[in-house]
Nanobody, 119 residues
Framework: EVQLVESGGGLLQAGGSLRLSCAAS????????IGWFRQAPGKERMGVAC????????YYDHSVRGRATISRDNAKNTVYLQMNSLKPEATSVYYC????????????WGQGTQVTVSS
């Protein structure tokens, strides 16, 4: 059974930091592109950061560039998102996504973790 389980969300004040984790199981983690998405109330889900299998480079949305770091530990089947200097507009449910670069149907999501940033 494929599973992606996010953790690390919570309530914090603006300017604070947190690290989200996503533990994967049920598939070959190292063969998948891994990303973090977020969805604020009433808004569409949007990509925040990702790491591809092809070159291992991280990519960031402009809204977090310079304040976020995505990393993956293939030995632990885990991906992390470190976020610093958080702003209230970062308040969202954060989702982990694993997508195969070879099989389109292999596109998996976690259940999400809530991050709330107060002003």
């Amino acid at each position: 059974e494929v599973q992606l389980v996010e953790s690390g969300g919570g309530l914090l004040q603006a300017g604070g930091s947190l690290r989200l984790s996503c533990a994967a199981s049920g598939f070959t983690f190292g063969d998948y592109n891994i990303g973090w998405f977020r969805q604020a109330p009433g808004k569409e889900r949007m990509g925040v950061a990702c790491i591809t299998v092809r070159n291992g480079r991280p990519y960031y949305d402009h809204s977090v560039r310079g304040r976020a770091t995505i990393s993956r530990d293939n030995a632990k089947n885990t991906v992390y998102l470190q976020m610093n200097s958080l702003k209230p507009e970062a308040t969202s449910v954060y989702y982990c996504n694993a997508k195969s670069p070879l099989v389109q149907e292999h596109d998996y999501w976690g259940q999400g973790t809530q991050v709330t940033v107060s002003s």
